[in-house]
């Protein structure tokens, strides 16, 4: 399996893996970007139309994809917080410090294809997403999984699990409903001539074939 950050110019692939669901190849990852009636009113073409808007003023990655064998199976959205703003929105995030919103990276989504279920794609997402933020200088990654182990809905477990999380070294901070949890990694800082090398190199591979 190939981990590639995903970019405005990179977004081909993208689409091919969300062609494989319904619900992704409508969404375009574009739920926690809009409002609730954007989002709706967009099914479809104009959500897509509106993340590759969001792709190309992002300035760097919006995400990294899972290929095997060259094939997309698997995407984790991954940003500072501010890019989210519906999540910001959402009383989870409501006891949060507002003044990390730039900083702090936030993973709110997974997709991983049907047939590359439940075999270690999303916690080899969800390391490289911490592995992205740490080479974009963000002092922590959060996300809002849901709470507890075993096997979830996947209409619901877009957001990750707790298990997950947790085994990629993610702690809970918060508990701030019985099914979602705000858990957090923080990353140690890195001299920034460091951090410029491995964000080159993070960032270096285009998504294509």
Do not use: Q
């Not at 703003?85 to 410090?97: E, F, N, V």
């Not at 508990?175 to 951090?195: I, K, T």
């Amino acid at each position: 399996m190939e981990i590639r950050p995903v970019t405005a110019d990179g977004l081909a692939d993208l689409g091919r893996l969300f062609a494989t669901n319904g619900v992704c190849s409508g969404c375009w990852c574009t739920f926690f970007l809009l409002s609730g009636r954007e989002f709706s009113a967009g099914w479809g073409t104009v959500n897509r139309n509106r993340f590759a808007e969001f792709a190309a003023g992002a300035g760097g990655p919006v995400g990294v994809l899972a290929y095997r064998d060259g094939e997309p199976v698997g995407w984790c959205a991954a940003g500072p917080r501010s890019r989210y703003p519906r999540i910001l929105r959402s009383p989870l995030m409501k006891a949060r410090d507002r003044a990390e919103d730039a900083t702090v990276w936030l993973v709110p989504c997974f997709f991983v294809r049907r047939d590359a279920r439940r075999s270690g794609v999303t916690r080899a997402l969800l390391a490289a997403a911490v592995d992205l933020a740490a080479a974009s200088g963000a002092p922590a990654v959060e996300g809002l999984p849901l709470a507890g182990s075993g096997r979830h809905p996947a209409a619901e477990a877009y957001v990750g699990i707790e298990e997950v999380f947790a085994a990629c070294g993610f702690e809970v901070t918060a508990r701030p409903s019985p099914r979602r949890l705000v858990m957090r990694r923080a990353l140690p800082a890195e001299p920034a001539l460091s951090r410029r090398r491995t964000s080159a190199r993070g960032t270096g591979a285009r998504p294509g074939r």
